[in-house]
């Protein structure tokens, strides 16, 4: 997207140096990387970073209206509503397309956004592993809103950890030894002392709950959860997961973020949005007229995770199935731009911008990214089997 770093970048790239880089990238926790991590980073331009934060800005300005919170109850399901003091999504995340427009020019358009963290720790180590191995990348950044490395991980440890200790704080997770991004789990443990712990591990007494902390090998008191359970994902594995304690209980604990906001600031909050990088979207139960351009359309489930149940090359039947329209959305596709040049095939791109909001600051505030890269039809990798230049990357910017 910056043609001559592109160009420079291409033409310096050898195998043996992707090679050594991947090699560096697993030495810390060897294995924990399931994930396939691009031979490349993006190199984002000024103009188009701004684009996407004006995008992620209007969206904050409703977020942050007083109304909000009680317009986005309906976006809960009632069997996932969680008790307790939901403060502020202390985590937002927003997925953008790099896309060309019908003047045939690049433009980000908002994919999907998310009220719950991703990669905040591996996204600080991964790209400092790139800039050693890479040297064109050494004058970027990952950063954004005036952050560095250094006030990044204390604005991060003061939203995690806030007046407890490291030892009464844990990443929350179903199975964290086992889930594909365990990576940034150990890298969040490597910052900030935080250990992650399963569902499954936690015990309660009356409101409270504990855990055996690995190194002091004791019961300890949790007073933070830093929460990466998503309830899809435990719904999914509740027939085999065995017993653990419930999550619609109102536990005396802080969460970080408090499990409702992953549906209040979600796909429910798309048909809100009127801003030009923000594609057309309305609640399925609100269409009057199937839209006889439909082939440009999207249909979406409200409440999946990752993609799951996106029908892309829609029929008027698929429409006509869906036995709960008020749970679906309807959205006008985008172009993806393939806009990587590669030794083979161009890549398309997905830029997700993260935002921090610590205590006592009014707005959220943009602060670090990570990108991937796709040559299929969409961003996954199913889509991307046996392809080269694609898979997890970062965007930087100057």
């Known amino acids: 997207m910056i043609p001559h770093l592109r160009k420079l970048f291409n033409e310096s790239y050898t195998e043996e140096n992707y090679q050594a880089f991947l090699s560096d990238l697993n030495a810390k926790h060897p294995g924990a990387i399931e994930f396939r991590v691009a031979e490349t980073p993006v190199f984002v331009p000024d103009e188009f970073r701004d684009q996407m934060i004006s995008a992620c800005e209007s969206i904050i300005d409703i977020i942050t209206t007083p109304?909000?919170?009680?317009?986005?109850?309906k976006a809960i399901p009632a069997q996932d509503f969680v008790p307790g003091d939901e403060t502020r999504p202390q985590f937002i995340a927003f997925d953008f397309g790099v896309c060309i427009n019908d003047k045939n020019e690049l433009e980000p358009?908002?994919?999907?956004m998310q009220g719950f963290?991703?990669?905040y720790g591996f996204q600080v180590y991964y790209p400092e592993i790139i800039q050693k191995h890479f040297s064109?990348?050494?004058?970027?950044t990952q950063y954004l809103g005036g952050y560095d490395r250094t006030t990044y991980l204390k604005e991060l440890k003061k939203i995690l950890i806030g007046n407890a200790s490291p030892e009464e704080t844990i990443l929350l997770e179903i199975k964290p030894h086992e889930q594909k991004t365990r990576i940034d789990f150990y890298c969040t443990e490597d910052y900030f002392g935080i250990q992650p712990v399963c569902i499954t591990e936690l015990m309660e007494e009356g409101d409270q709950l504990f855990y055996i902390h690995r190194g002091?090998?004791?019961?300890?008191?949790?007073?933070?959860?830093?929460?990466?359970v998503i309830f899809d994902d435990l719904h999914a594995q509740k027939n085999t997961l065995g017993k653990?304690?419930?999550?619609g209980k109102k536990w005396d604990v802080e969460w970080i973020p408090h499990p409702n906001w992953f549906y209040r600031i979600s796909k429910y909050t798309l048909p809100f949005i009127k801003h030009p990088y923000v594609p057309e979207t309305v609640f399925l139960d609100q269409v009057k007229a199937i839209p006889e351009d439909l082939e440009n359309y999207v249909l979406k489930p409200l409440f999946s995770f990752a993609g799951q149940g996106v029908v892309i090359d829609l029929?008027?039947?698929?429409?006509?199935?869906v036995n709960d329209p008020s749970n679906w959305i309807l959205q006008r596709k985008v172009k993806y731009a393939a806009v990587i040049k590669t030794p083979d095939d161009p890549a398309k791109v997905e830029i997700r911008i993260m935002y921090l909001w610590p205590e006592g600051a009014p707005r959220?505030?943009?602060a670090i990214n990570l990108s991937r890269l796709s040559k299929g039809k969409m961003i996954g990798v199913r889509y991307n089997k046996d392809k080269t230049w694609v898979g997890g990357s970062v965007a930087l910017f100057r």
């Open 109 to 112: 358009q908002l994919i999907e």
């Open 67 to 73: 109304g909000f919170k009680t317009e986005s109850d």
């Open 136 to 140: 064109i990348t050494r004058n970027l």
């Open 244 to 247: 653990h304690i419930d999550l």
């Open 216 to 228: 002091k090998n004791k019961k300890t008191r949790i007073k933070r959860i830093y929460n990466r």
């Open 315 to 321: 029929k008027p039947g698929d429409l006509q199935a």
């Open 364 to 366: 959220p505030k943009a």
């Open 117 to 119: 963290p991703t990669l």
